[in-house]
């Protein structure tokens, strides 16, 4: 766990140069490329401050303007929106959509993630504890694999024994659910309420408990 918190601390780090960077070279080549690599650490508001200095050409850079409309899909699923439904294979070989789970449960978190991601096995033991604790009328999760391969993806589920609800189209980073909610790295969680509003992203287990449990209060 510290080690996860230190290696934490050294990507803010390293983000927080590539940001200075990217905004003192912003039209150059390697301005542009240092961005190009490291945006995905980067809030929505960052990022518009750096796109807001680039030039006409600077724009027209293919992975640039493909970065320009994932801000636009961040907009319309920023916290406070209502969520965006996507429909996905399951594991046995029918289909599961988001909006199928939403209002069902006092919340829904929606986790991204795949076989491969390091991170995401290291925060899994977590979420499992997590969802152990809340499962039932007070929360259910959605797991969307950003696997391409279904052996891979049956075998960290099994290995892990990962009971929450599963899906995937195996398109690996193009996911029809990740490009739904423009997700360029993971682990990656959206938190969704019965109303079906995002009330939080890429929250660590500590504040969604928190706000779990601020909610539940208020009813």
Known sequence: MAFAKELEKLNQKEVSIDKKFSTEHVNTLVGTHVFMNSFYGMNLAEKEAIIGLMNAETKNVKRIQEIMADMEVEKKVAVGQQFTDFKLPTLTGGTLALSDLVGKTDYVLVDFWASWCGPCMQFLPELQAFYAKYK????????????????????????????????????????????????????????????????????????????????????
């Open 136 to 219: 039932g009328t007070k929360l259910e999760i959605l797991g969307v694999s950003l696997d391409d391969s279904k052996e891979a993806w049956i075998g960290a589920v099994e290995n892990h024994n990962i009971a929450w609800k599963l899906v995937s189209d195996l398109k690996g980073r193009k996911c029809e659910g990740s490009r739904a909610y423009a997700v360029n790295s993971i682990p990656s969680t959206v938190l969704i309420d019965k109303s079906g509003k995002i009330i939080g992203k890429n929250l660590s287990i500590p504040e969604m408990e928190k706000l779990l449990n601020e909610k539940g209060d208020k009813k």
